[in-house]
Structures are given as C-alpha cells and as structure tokens.
C-alpha cells in the first residue's frame, strides 16, 4: 500500500520531468515559509470529501473506478449492499504538508475497518516473493492497484509511483503472525512492500491492516484500491500496471464489470446505519503520531435478502456417562453455507438431565489469563475448532472456564462460571459465551455477541470423565434428549430449532 523511493530515484523522475518541460504538481522547488520540523505531523485538512471539507482521508467502498476524495460513486448496491462485494474498496490520505513539502516522514500506517468488512486472501491464487521481484506474478494473482506520490527533500519536487497489488502467502520475514499479505513492488528500488492484515483479537473483531514504510523520501499521499471480485473482467486494462514519473500517473480506466470468481472484499452482513468508521493511524521517524477517521456516508441496505440458514447437530458420549452422576461428552457442530448472514447472537438450551457440575466448575480463570493463554490446566474444559472461507486452515484452541459477572446497579456481581474460547492459528481470536440457569432451571449457554465474519463450521466440545464440568442429573437414556438452540443473524433474521441429542446409549 505504501512505498518509498530514495533520493537517487526522485532525482531521476524529476530530472526526466524537467527536460520534458513539465512541472511538478505543487509547483516544483519552492519552499515553504515554515520547515517541516515545525509544522505538525499529522493528516492534511481541507479535503473535499461525501461529507463535506474534511481531513484528506477516506476510506470507502464503490461501484467504479474511484476518482479522489469527493467521489460518490458508492450509492446503490453492490457497493452498499450487505453482505455484497463492490466493484473496488479504497483508502486514501494525504499527509499534512505545507507548498508539498510534508510536515514529516511516516514511518508506519496503520488502517482500521468497520466491523464485518471483510477481504478474503483465499479469494485469488498467491504469488510468490521471487515472482513479484522479477514482476512475473501471474495476473489472476492481482488484488489491485496503489497510487503514491513522495517528496524529495533534496530538490523540493513530488514524484509519482503506481503499481500493481498481488496476493502473497504472509512469509518469516514479512507480515510474520498475519492473517494476509497484500504486496507490490518498486522495481527501481529493487524494494518489496507489505501489506499485512489480520483480525482483532476480540469484540467488534474487524480487520486491520498495518505497514512498515522503509526510510526514503517523505510519503506525501498513498490511495490503494482493492477490487471487490479480483476476476471481474472490468479490471483486466489494469493488470500488472504499474507508472514511475515526476507527474501525477493514472491506470487505464476499467472496462464494464462482469464479476467472475470469489469475491475478495465482502461488505457486512447487517443493515448497518451511516457512520461506519475507518481508522487511520499514522506515525513518523520522529515518533509522532496522527490519527483520522473516515465515515460511511449511506447505510448498509438490502440485508434482508440474505439467507440465514446455520444448522446445528449435539451429542453426548463417553463410555457409561450417560447414568445419573456421571460426566457425558458434549459436542455442538454449527455450520453454514456460503452467501449468508453471519451469526450475531447464538443461545442453547439444554434438556434438564444436563446441569453444571458444582464441584467441577469452581476452578476458574481470570478473563485477562485466559486471552493471554496462562490458566491452569484444572480451567480448561474442552476444545473448539471452526473453518472459515478467509483462512486456508481451521482455527483451534481451548476452551477455558473464567469468572462469570454480571451487572447489578451498575456494580458487577460474580455469577455463574462463563467461558473464553481461544481460537488460534493464522489468526488469533477469542469468543466469549455466557452460562446461566433459567426459570426452568435448565441449563443456558449464550454467546452474544459473534464476528461478522463468514463460518463453514464451528464444532465445541465440553470434555467428560471424572472432571467433567457437565453431570447428568439421571439416567439420560431413559429417554430421547432434546435440546433448544436459536440463532440471530447479523441482518436480524432469527432461526429457533429443537435438537433431537445423540446419545451412545446402545453401549451403557
């Protein structure tokens, strides 16, 4: 998303640009009254943006060729739909500057999206690092296009860079620890440039992507365009472009959109209101720091015509724990197909035969610990595993008994035990359920507050045996178990079911 050029390569742009007579875009050497250690670091204002004059920030989805920071061109589905995928997705800033001369070097970005905003590093076929060097990285490796524009301290000129943005699997030396690696590379500077992303660890769990900016020439402004379907045949004039020049460059505009393929870039799956918020956090060599937010300026809409159809099977099992007083196995498998609304809220019910084990269950962890990993052995109560289209191989982890509250007053009152379920793998992320006893006192587990983010399967089992934190009040083969579950979408579809239980009472 972000380069440099060194000085060598600014001078040879400008150079090119002055014996062709042309000028730079903020008027070539003229230098401005205040230096740049005495202007503030931060992100250019004044900008005319959907929302008026604003920081020269934005971050937006569209339905075509994005045109600078005053386009709206993101009204109407694809780009407003939920759950659809526009044609691009774009962030766009411009660095505080003074007569083009910046008020400092950034050495890093970091980018915020909305919850549910989703790109998929499964949706294209990956190049390799050796590839994008040589500038062999086959076209349907593309993802998009990054625009740049540096300052030269040396001459008082702009130049100008775009290239193109492939898919590349995240490597030991970059995007290390990162769900994603969207990269390009500045052939002149023989220097490869990583944009890594991955997913917040917790609630609202959006995405987020952060690049380390090499030293060179001061970052005036950067404008990255992802495309929404990267096999859209409306892209194909802007494969494996790419400029270098002392005056602003522009890719061919794109061609009619015919989606073809995986979708890279989803949009939420709710009706979200306008406001959405995009973060831009910018920091320099100098160690300041800049931050900006960009606004969705339309809502969400149509996510009523999303399916939302999760399905849901429960089984107990465990040699001869199904008699009164012993501790049965319970596995929950939820799955999903494609093209649906994500789950927000989930809540199961079990039939009364199944309560929390008291003995079993008063060895709790501290919330804190269990994100970081640390609770004792005697907290963790089973294992969770969930597939997910945007990952190449499933998340998995423990599940960990914590500390249950809840709010009295404003004041919080210990409860019943709750649970952390530690997802890890390429991407780190922890669920948090609820539990509580109901009027029937019937044992109720909730989790109520999900990502929006596409799931192929989730599968949770309680562990049984001797320590088990679930015990059987009697005989569960006495007769059929049933359990209830229900399910909220995050566009506001509901689905309830009765779960028929499987049991291995044929062996007890």
Same mark, same amino acid.
Request: proline share 8%.
């Given at each position: 998303?972000?380069?440099?050029?060194?000085?060598?390569?600014?001078?040879?742009?400008?150079?090119?640009?002055?014996?062709?007579?042309?000028?730079?875009?903020?008027?070539?050497?003229?230098?401005?009254?205040?230096?740049?250690?005495?202007?503030?670091?931060?992100?250019?204002?004044?900008?005319?943006?959907?929302?008026?004059?604003?920081?020269?920030?934005?971050?937006?989805?569209?339905?075509?060729?994005?045109?600078?920071?005053?386009?709206?061109?993101?009204?109407?589905?694809?780009?407003?739909?939920?759950?659809?995928?526009?044609?691009?997705?774009?962030?766009?800033?411009?660095?505080?500057?003074?007569?083009?001369?910046?008020?400092?070097?950034?050495?890093?970005?970091?980018?915020?999206?909305?919850?549910?905003?989703?790109?998929?590093?499964?949706?294209?076929?990956?190049?390799?690092?050796?590839?994008?060097?040589?500038?062999?990285?086959?076209?349907?490796?593309?993802?998009?296009?990054?625009?740049?524009?540096?300052?030269?301290?040396?001459?008082?000129?702009?130049?100008?860079?775009?290239?193109?943005?492939?898919?590349?699997?995240?490597?030991?030396?970059?995007?290390?620890?990162?769900?994603?690696?969207?990269?390009?590379?500045?052939?002149?500077?023989?220097?490869?440039?990583?944009?890594?992303?991955?997913?917040?660890?917790?609630?609202?769990?959006?995405?987020?992507?952060?690049?380390?900016?090499?030293?060179?020439?001061?970052?005036?402004?950067?404008?990255?365009?992802?495309?929404?379907?990267?096999?859209?045949?409306?892209? !194909? #004039? &802007?494969?494996?472009?790419?400029?270098?020049? @002392?005056?602003?460059?522009?890719? $061919? =505009? +794109?061609?009619?959109?015919?989606?073809?393929?995986?979708?890279?870039?989803?949009?939420?799956?709710?009706?979200?209101?306008?406001?959405?918020?995009?973060?831009?956090?910018?920091?320099?060599?100098?160690?300041?720091?800049?931050?900006?937010?960009?606004?969705?300026?339309?809502?969400?809409?149509?996510?009523?015509?999303?399916?939302?159809?999760?399905?849901?099977?429960?089984?107990?099992?465990?040699?001869?724990?199904?008699?009164?007083?012993?501790?049965?196995?319970?596995?929950?498998?939820?799955?999903?197909?494609?093209?649906?609304?994500?789950?927000?809220?989930?809540?199961?019910?079990?039939?009364?035969?199944?309560?929390?084990?008291?003995? !079993? #269950? &008063?060895?709790?962890?501290?919330?804190?610990? @269990?994100?970081?990993?640390?609770? $004792? =052995? +005697?907290?963790?109560?089973?294992?969770?595993?969930?597939?997910?289209?945007?990952?190449?191989?499933?998340?998995?982890?423990?599940?960990?008994?914590?500390?249950?509250?809840?709010?009295?007053?404003?004041?919080?009152?210990?409860?019943?035990?709750?649970?952390?379920?530690?997802?890890?793998?390429?991407?780190?992320?922890?669920?948090?359920?609820?539990?509580?006893?109901?009027?029937?006192?019937?044992?109720?587990?909730?989790?109520?507050?999900?990502?929006?983010?596409?799931?192929?399967?989730?599968?949770?089992?309680?562990?049984?045996?001797?320590?088990?934190?679930?015990?059987?009040?009697?005989?569960?083969?006495?007769?059929?178990?049933?359990?209830?579950? &229900?399910?909220?979408?995050?566009?506001?579809?509901?689905?309830?079911?009765?779960?028929?239980?499987?049991?291995?009472?044929?062996?007890?």
């Amino acid at each position: 998303m972000y380069g440099r050029l060194t000085h060598a390569a600014v001078i040879m742009a400008v150079g090119i640009a002055l014996l062709a007579g042309s000028a730079s875009a903020h008027g070539g050497g003229a230098s401005p009254t205040t230096s740049p250690a005495a202007a503030r670091f931060g992100v250019q204002k004044g900008c005319k943006t959907p929302l008026g004059v604003k920081a020269c920030w934005v971050a937006g989805v569209y339905n075509r060729d994005y045109t600078g920071m005053d386009d709206h061109s993101y009204k109407g589905p694809p780009a407003q739909a939920a759950g659809g995928h526009p044609f691009v997705g774009v962030a766009d800033f411009i660095v505080a500057n003074k007569g083009g001369k910046p008020s400092g070097t950034v050495k890093s970005i970091r980018v915020d999206l909305p919850p549910g905003l989703v790109s998929n590093p499964q949706a294209t076929p990956k190049c390799t690092k050796s590839k994008l060097a040589a500038g062999k990285c086959p076209k349907n490796t593309q993802v998009g296009i990054v625009k740049l524009e540096v300052f030269s301290p040396l001459l008082g000129a702009d130049a100008y860079v775009g290239e193109s943005v492939y898919n590349l699997a995240p490597g030991k030396s970059y995007c290390a620890g990162y769900a994603s690696d969207y990269a390009f590379y500045v052939s002149l500077m023989k220097q490869q440039i990583n944009v890594c992303g991955t997913v917040h660890k917790d609630s609202p769990y959006d995405l987020y992507f952060t690049i380390k900016v090499p030293s060179g020439s001061p970052l005036i402004r950067s404008t990255l365009i992802f495309w929404g379907v990267p096999g859209d045949s409306g892209h !194909n #004039s &802007q494969r494996g472009w790419s400029c270098f020049g @002392a005056s602003p460059c522009s890719p $061919p =505009a +794109s061609g009619p959109s015919k989606p073809k393929g995986t979708a890279f870039l989803t949009n939420p799956t709710g009706c979200l209101p306008a406001g959405q918020i995009s973060r831009l956090t910018l920091k320099s060599t100098a160690g300041q720091m800049a931050k900006a937010k960009s606004k969705t300026p339309v809502p969400a809409i149509n996510c009523a015509k999303l399916p939302f159809a999760p399905k849901i099977k429960m089984a107990l099992s465990g040699h001869n724990q199904t008699r009164a007083g012993k501790h049965p196995t319970l596995t929950t498998a939820v799955t999903q197909g494609t093209g649906q609304a994500n789950i927000k809220f989930s809540k199961v019910t079990l039939p009364l035969p199944l309560a929390l084990d008291p003995t !079993n #269950s &008063q060895h709790v962890c501290a919330v804190k610990d @269990a994100r970081a990993d640390k609770c $004792p =052995a +005697s907290t963790i109560v089973g294992s969770v595993r969930v597939m997910t289209p945007l990952l190449s191989s499933p998340l998995a982890g423990k599940v960990y008994l914590v500390q249950g509250y809840r709010l009295v007053h404003r004041h919080r009152i210990r409860s019943f035990p709750a649970m952390l379920l530690a997802l890890r793998g390429k991407a780190a992320v922890d669920l948090h359920a609820q539990t509580s006893v109901d009027k029937r006192s019937q044992l109720v587990t909730k989790f109520l507050s999900l990502p929006d983010l596409p799931m192929n399967s989730f599968t949770l089992t309680i562990t049984g045996g001797k320590r088990g934190i679930l015990v059987a009040n009697n005989n569960l083969c006495r007769r059929a178990q049933k359990a209830k579950a &229900q399910f909220t979408g995050h566009n506001g579809a509901t689905k309830k079911t009765t779960v028929a239980m499987g049991t291995p009472c044929t062996s007890s």
